[in-house]
């Protein structure tokens, strides 16, 4: 089977009701990304970076997949299917899709703040005072801006071996995220599903790129026609 591994962001969750960071004028439900989503928002003001990740795990927690979720599911049948994902949320796994790395962490897990190997699955709040075995305090395990990216080469070593790559529902302005797409092999065909696809100069370095200025759920609609008819 072909692998086609697919690169997601924000945008793929638009269509659950998900908010993406940069479409209401970089503001994330009213905060700035730097205060609620960076390791000094997390030191200057915990509780309140506790908060907004509770909401957001409560929102997660009422959401479902969309029909693009379903759709890369079901593309399995067809190809070998890796996904990278940027998004924190579960939505790919809930959709079906087997095989998905998250860049940037999980909302539903929570790890300790001084030792990133104790991770736990978290459905609910955590509260300050909330400690992991070790005595520190409980953190969401999502990875802050100014911190390491620890899924990076694993994800950079799919993308290299990929035989198709499909980039959905990405500013592609967050590294190094965003340059996993130029360790796409020169020849693998690159597809970008964006309704306002960005047009910085990382996508316009891209060779064998396919723009579809549409939805998630759209574009994979029409791109799963065109793949299965090779
Ligand atoms: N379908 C597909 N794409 C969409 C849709 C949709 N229905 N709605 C919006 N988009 C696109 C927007 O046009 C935009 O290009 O999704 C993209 C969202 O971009 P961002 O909000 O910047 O999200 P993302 O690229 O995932 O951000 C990367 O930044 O804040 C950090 O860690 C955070 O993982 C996040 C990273």
């Known amino acids: 089977m072909k692998k086609l591994v697919v690169l997601s962001g924000a945008g793929m969750s638009a269509e ?3 908010k993406t960071f940069r479409d209401a004028d970089g503001l994330w439900e009213g905060h700035d990304v730097m205060e609620v989503a960076s390791i000094e928002g997390w030191q200057q003001n915990p509780a309140l970076v506790l908060d907004f990740y509770n909401q957001r795990r409560r929102q997660l927690l009422t959401a479902q997949p969309n029909i693009g979720h379903q759709l890369l599911a079901d593309l399995e049948q067809h190809f070998d299917v890796s996904i990278v994902t940027q998004n924190v949320d579960d939505l790919h796994e809930r959709a079906g899709s087997q095989k998905v790395i ?6 539903l897990e929570s790890k300790s703040s001084i030792d990133g190997d104790l991770i736990y699955p978290c459905h609910q709040d955590i509260e300050l005072g909330q400690t992991c075995e070790s005595g520190s305090q409980l953190r969401p395990n999502i990875v802050w801006f ?8 694993p994800a950079a070593k799919l993308v290299a071996q990929a035989d198709i790559l499909v980039i959905i529902g990405t500013s592609m302005q967050v590294y190094p995220a965003a340059s996993l797409a130029n360790f796409a092999p020169v020849d693998t065909p690159i597809y970008y599903i964006d309704p ?6 990382t996508v316009q370095q891209l060779t064998n790129l396919v723009v579809i200025a549409e939805t998630a759920s759209q574009g994979l609609a029409s791109l799963k026609e065109k793949l299965l008819e090779i």
């Open 146 to 153: 100014g911190e390491m990216v620890p899924m990076l080469e």
């Open 102 to 107: 998250h860049l940037h962490g999980q909302l």
């Open 196 to 201: 306002k696809p960005a047009i910085n100069e």
């Open 16 to 18: 659950s009701g998900l």
